[in-house]
């Protein structure tokens, strides 16, 4: 296979409809969509390209990861604050409307393993909800299996998922930089002292946020020899590997020496952190 | 009336009003399983030039109201890699592959399109005059006169296959630019070419450039009018095909187009929003044709087009 070929999983250009709508808290939403196709072949870390209304502006869609998919009800979730235009044209809508979504998306999380793991979730802000369907999708497949969530944000009212996480009873670390809620700090500080942490189990680390911290989680991990897996943020205008507008650099095997530029849409989102080359 | 295939001098033949326009179908199979392969009326691929490059390092794209900027620098794998590896794929969509090339020098060009000459699953090159900087530089009549007429002649020299020219968008020149490229062999003349602009990004109170100073492309359906009449100016000087894009994303802005004097629609941004939206565009517009009075579609044409001569 050379890196042209398709290798991501089957993909659906559908129109949905909002099935659920409503306020999380302050701007923070949850919409749910009935999208069969989207919700049969999701796997955590995958996202959707979305389009509203049926004007010129906004043009392009916008990507949103996947925060639950329900393979029974055929619906798939979303959570987004809405802060922009895009996103407060999303919160303009109601129950029974459509939207077109393309998806599912990209490469998501590998989570499987042949020996025990302990799984720890880092999520950054909005980073949060890929995390929620990864932490999500281990609980139904194994609730036996040792994990815990670092939930961080700038302040309370920008930690996303408080309650679903907490709904999967899971063993969530809240961290905010004013203190607001959980701990004051950094995410990466509470990895760090859990990385300390004598567990019987080989870690694993998932981490989605900005940029900066998903550097620092991948720094902290690589010089630790932990296996990472980061979901990067980068704008992404067309989201299936056209447009060539979400490149990140990599060092991989197909170029170890002097890294190449990959495309976040197709080979991403969901990179392994020692590939990874940051931007500065 | 009904769309009739259009057939281009040198092996091309056009059987559906819409293709993609240049890089919409991307690298390889990329899209395989989000459009339906049977309705494709062409592929234009993503530029290439004779190695390999990077592309830009820096911000890619910016959505304006109804617009999209981009500077991609030009990503590609270089030729022996496309041959090798791409090629093979994008052969499977089953629709005339054209391949889009720059270069900067006559050699380049020359060696690009004899690179494609032997292969039988391209049928068809397209000369991109907007790929690399030294094109960009200027609107100065000659050189870009001059550009224009070394590409041409290069590939000229080197392949016998249909030769498409995409040309820059500039309508103080397009007149003159259509008619060189006919005299020194083109086969069509390929409009829309997005059109270079800027963008401002503030970081607190400090501007700078997104796209540097070179600028980046603008393109999508706020262009729409400015394509349109470059499409007429070319269809009122030149009489080979005019394949026309720039902005179409309706069956309506391709009838537009047909009425400017497009022989064929060329859709780009369009296909980032909606992958599919070829298929969709070519059963729209032959419904559309469908409900005009008379035969052939070219009789929608309002541009007085040139006779052809002998």
């Not at chain 1, 369907?133 to 281990?138: D, E, P």
């Not at chain 2, 199979?29 to 820096?58: K, M, W």
């Not at chain 2, 080979?240 to 994303?249: D, Q, S, T």
Request: charge should be negative; charged fraction near 20%.
């Amino acid at each position: 296979m050379n890196r042209f070929e398709r290798e991501v999983s089957q993909r659906f250009e559908e129109v949905a409809r909002v099935v659920s709508h409503r306020r999380i808290i302050n701007n923070e939403f949850m919409l749910v969509v009935h999208a069969p196709n989207v919700a049969q072949y999701a796997i955590p870390g995958q996202f959707l390209e979305v389009l509203t209304g049926d004007s010129y502006t906004p043009l392009l869609r916008r990507p949103f990861s996947i925060f639950s998919a329900d393979q029974e009800t055929g619906t798939i979730s979303i959570v987004y604050l809405a802060r922009g235009s895009f996103t407060s044209g999303l919160a303009r809508l109601n129950i029974g409307d459509n939207l077109s979504i393309i998806g599912p998306l990209g490469r998501g999380y590998r989570w499987h393993s042949t020996y025990p793991l302990h799984h720890i979730l880092v999520a950054g802000g909005i980073g949060a909800p890929p995390l929620h369907f990864l932490a999500q999708t281990i609980c139904r497949a194994d609730a036996e299996q040792p994990m815990v969530v670092i939930n961080g944000a700038r302040t309370e009212e920008l930690l996303v998922g408080i309650q679903e996480f907490s709904d999967l009873s899971l063993e969530v670390k809240l961290v905010t930089d004013d203190g607001s809620a959980g701990r004051k700090g950094l995410v990466i500080d509470e990895l760090r002292e859990l990385l300390n942490e004598t567990r019987t189990n080989t870690p694993r680390v998932y981490a989605c946020g900005p940029m900066p911290m998903l550097r620092a989680v991948a720094e902290l991990t690589v010089s630790r020899g932990v296996d990472c897996q980061v979901s990067v943020e980068t704008p992404m205008p067309c989201g299936i590997g056209i447009c060539m507008g979400c490149t990140i650099g990599v060092n991989d095997f197909h170029d170890k020496e002097n890294g190449r530029t990959a495309l976040a849409c197709t080979e991403g989102p969901v990179f392994d952190a020692s590939a990874v080359i940051w931007p500065k | 009336m009904k769309f009739s295939p259009v057939t281009i001098r040198g092996g091309l033949t056009i059987t559906r009003p819409v293709i993609s326009a240049a890089g919409c179908v991307g690298w390889g199979d990329v899209l395989r399983d989000l459009i339906s392969p049977t309705a494709l009326g062409a592929i234009v691929t993503p530029t290439v030039t004779i190695s390999e490059r990077i592309g830009s390092t820096g911000s890619r794209t910016a959505e304006t109201p109804a617009g999209l900027l981009y500077n991609t620098g030009l990503p590609n794998p270089g030729m022996t890699r496309f041959l090798d590896e791409v090629l093979p794929l994008l052969a499977q969509y089953g629709a005339p592959i054209i391949v889009s090339l720059a270069a900067s020098n006559p050699q380049d060009w020359s060696a690009l399109a004899a690179a494609l000459e032997d292969s039988p699953d391209v049928a068809a090159l397209e000369a991109n005059l907007c790929g690399l900087p030294q094109a960009n530089g200027s609107t100065d009549s000659p050189t870009l006169q001059e550009y224009l007429v070394t590409a041409v002649r290069s590939i000229r020299r080197a392949c016998s296959k249909s030769l498409l020219v995409k040309l820059p968008p500039d309508h103080f020149n397009t007149a003159d630019l259509c008619r060189k490229a006919e005299l020194e062999g083109a086969d069509a003349i390929v409009t829309g070419q997005s059109l270079r602009a800027a963008s401002m990004r503030w970081s607190g109170d400090q501007p700078s450039l997104r796209f540097g100073e070179e600028g980046g492309r603008y393109s999508g359906p706020a262009i729409k009018p400015i394509s349109l009449l470059q499409a007429q100016l070319a269809a009122g000087a030149s009489t080979l095909p005019i394949i026309a894009g720039g902005g179409i994303m309706t069956p309506q802005d391709a009838i537009d187009f047909f009425a400017a004097g497009a022989d064929v629609i060329a859709v780009g941004t369009l296909c980032l929003v909606s992958p599919n939206a070829i298929n969709t565009l070519n059963d729209e517009v032959a419904a559309i044709l469908q409900k005009i009075p008379g035969d052939d579609f070219r009789a929608l044409c309002l541009t007085k087009r040139p006779r052809a001569a002998g």
